[in-house]
């Protein structure tokens, strides 16, 4: 084969003894796509071999062999990171967990779940919703992304409004430290008092820290019939006054708070057969679409429709449906969940993950379509996200491939836009290889060198994902006052 290799059960050790033999530096192979590259095609890297253990041991043996050897090595789960996290950049190995599956524990009456680290989302869910269980995090890429890169990139999507991020619903982890060393910081307490929380720096440090092996999730019990409403709102102050009635009107019930643009409507209608606009002659700029689901469907959907109601009689909406309490509406959810696919479909996209206060949403977006076409005529800004969470994913797109003149008008002005309104360049998606030498925008100095000196106090030989989330000086500073030399 002209590319690189995978290796699976039977050629690890084959696989590692050449790489070690050869060095790092040594293999000029790549391996082809999807290992070496990202779900969107915008970041491409090399690496001599992809492992793919399938037991914690094997994971543990091929880590102590890379670092005894400094070879660096980049975890991989469902590669459906949109920050580069998971692709080699160089010659790193690639330490994929997609033979480490498996549900290890349901827990009803403790609403407690376990799984290996490469099972996919959707199928914990469905180990969880067999139990009469719910997993506290859903997002797109369901059927693909792993839960310990979930866990890893500190995932948020459609939930977090109602249950926090990952970081409030991870009781236990397993983890291989870089030099194979296991972490075992999996004791599923609710309360555990006892000092620096080890698990908390692993959520969200993208495979830098350590390699995630197992995870323990709080499931809360599934509620009964989730009740949706689409709403269709006549200007941005419409909006935020909907998420107001939300929060007041359906309390703690409320489990989804998400929004899209016209521009996304028309994106996602467009390029997706399976998508239909639910008001195709709606001449409104925005769509809200909320989700109810408490303890009492019929409560929620009465409650929903009341929401709706006062929408209506207040302007805040324009138009609007409300489904009677039942199953999660597959059609709204689709045209939602469609527009990043979509965005995929279309062309050229320049993407960017943001939180900042939601009445600068409309602003933010209008600003880059004006930059957006003055670079280029058929550019599109396209603003969606998790309302609920003051997340807006802004994208442009327009046909073709990327153009420099609108990555210009774009980068880094967006950036600097949202750090001087005090948001974060990141706000669910991570910072991996894109926004790496960004993190100064979001982070004080103190607390960037912080984190590089908590990267050496882990890996000190720097072995772990060594090019992602710290800005390069960062890495270089934490590289020489650790042992290795890399960054
Ligand atoms: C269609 C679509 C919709 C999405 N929607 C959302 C959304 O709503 N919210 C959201 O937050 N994200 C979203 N994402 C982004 C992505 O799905 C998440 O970041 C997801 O958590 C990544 O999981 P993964 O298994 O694919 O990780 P990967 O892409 O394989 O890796 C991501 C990072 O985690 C590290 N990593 C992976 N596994 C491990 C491990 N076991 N131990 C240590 N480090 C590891 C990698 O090195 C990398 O840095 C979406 C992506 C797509 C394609």
């Known amino acids: 084969m002209s590319g690189g290799r995978e290796w699976g ?204 092996t197992g995870v323990t999730l709080a499931a809360p019990r599934a509620t009964v019939a989730p009740a949706l409403a689409y709403l269709a709102c006549p200007t941005w102050a419409a909006v935020q006054d909907v998420m107001g009635l939300a929060r007041a009107r359906l309390g703690e019930a409320l489990a ?67 489904s009677a309490a039942g199953a999660r509406p597959a059609a709204l959810w689709a045209l939602r969940e469609g527009v990043p696919v979509a965005l995929r479909h279309a062309g050229a996209c320049y993407k960017y993950d943001v939180s900042l206060a939601v009445a600068d949403f409309e602003g933010l977006v209008n600003e880059c379509q004006k930059r957006a076409t003055a670079a280029r005529g058929d550019a599109v800004a396209v603003g969606y996200g998790h309302l609920g969470d003051g997340n807006l994913h802004l994208n442009v797109s327009h046909p073709g491939p990327m153009d420099a003149r609108v990555l210009a008008a774009l980068e880094p002005w967006v950036y600097e836009a949202v750090a001087a309104a005090r948001g974060s360049v990141s706000a669910e998606h991570g910072i991996g290889l894109a926004k790496a030498s960004l993190l100064p925008l979001s982070k004080p100095r103190p607390a960037i060198d912080l984190m590089a000196a908590i990267k050496v106090a882990f890996d000190p030989e720097w072995v772990l994902n060594p090019y992602k989330v710290l800005p390069a000086d960062a890495a270089r500073a934490g590289a020489a006052g650790g042992r290795a030399g890399a960054g």
């Open 9 to 212: 059960e039977r050629g690890l050790g084959e696989a590692l003894a050449r790489v070690s033999r050869r060095g790092p530096r040594a293999a000029s192979t790549t391996l082809p796509p999807p290992r070496a590259s990202d779900w969107t095609g915008k970041f491409t890297g090399r690496s001599p071999v992809a492992l793919r253990p399938r037991t914690e041991a094997q994971a543990a043996a091929a880590l102590a062999r890379c670092a005894a050897r400094r070879l660096a090595v980049v975890p991989q789960g469902g590669n459906t990171g949109l920050v580069g996290g998971g692709v080699p950049l160089h010659d790193e190995v690639v330490l994929s967990t997609t033979r480490m599956v498996g549900v290890t524990r349901v827990d009803a009456a403790a609403g407690v779940v376990s799984a290996r680290a490469g099972t996919t989302l959707a199928a914990l869910e469905a180990a969880a919703a067999a139990a009469g269980l719910t997993i506290p995090l859903d997002l797109g890429a369901r059927g693909t992304c792993a839960i310990g890169g979930n866990v890893a990139t500190n995932a948020g999507g459609a939930r977090v409004v109602r249950y926090g991020t990952l970081r409030s619903t991870v009781l236990g982890l397993d983890a291989l430290l870089a030099d194979g060393t296991r972490l075992d910081l999996t004791r599923p307490l609710r309360k555990d008092n006892t000092g620096y929380d080890l698990k908390q720096l692993l959520i969200g440090s993208e495979g830098t820290l350590a390699l995630i």
């Open 256 to 322: 989804a708070a998400e929004f899209v643009d016209a521009a996304s409507v028309a994106l996602a209608t467009a390029h997706l057969s399976h998508v239909s606009n639910p008001f195709p002659s709606s001449a409104a700029p925005y769509f809200v679409l909320l989700e109810a689901a408490g303890v009492d469907g019929d409560h929620d959907a009465a409650k929903m429709e009341r929401l709706v109601g006062e929408a209506f009689a207040t302007g805040a909406a324009v138009d609007g449906v409300a």
